[in-house]
């Protein structure tokens, strides 16, 4: 089993800067791939950032390339994603997820366990 606990969620302006974190207990964090997922009001799950079992292999949305970093600590079982230039539509409840590989493949259903989620809210 493996828990992922996010925090940093907050309310911020548009063009200002947040940094939300994962942290995991249970399984060896080390082996395995992160990614992140946001969910807005009245809209699917989707797709932010991924991070490999290293730090080694990054993949992001294209609406956030450029603006948000992931990275990770494996000391301290933390995953990290830096979001820059925040806008409005950024808006959403986001979650950590688990995969069970040390690379990270596309798709919701690869990933293992989730975690509860952060609001991160953007005003205009």
């Known amino acids: 089993q493996v828990r992922l606990v996010e925090s940093g969620g907050g309310l911020v302006q548009a063009g200002g800067s947040l940094r939300v974190s994962c942290v995991a207990s249970?399984?060896?964090?080390?082996?395995?791939?992160v990614g992140w997922f946001r969910q807005a009001p009245g809209k699917e799950r989707e797709f932010v950032a991924a991070?490999?079992?290293?730090?080694?292999?990054?993949d992001y949305v294209d609406s956030v390339k450029g603006r948000f970093t992931i990275s990770r600590d494996n000391a301290k079982n933390t995953v990290y994603l830096q979001m820059n230039s925040l806008k409005p539509e950024d808006t959403a409840v986001y979650y950590c997820?688990?995969?069970?590989?040390?690379?990270?493949?596309?798709?919701?259903?690869?990933?293992?366990?989730w975690g509860q989620g952060t609001q991160v809210t953007v005003s205009s």
């Open positions: 991070i490999s079992w290293n730090g080694g292999n990054t």
């Open positions: 997820a688990a995969q069970l590989a040390p690379i990270p493949r596309n798709g919701l259903d690869f990933y293992h366990y």
């Open positions: 249970g399984r060896t964090f080390s082996t395995f791939a």
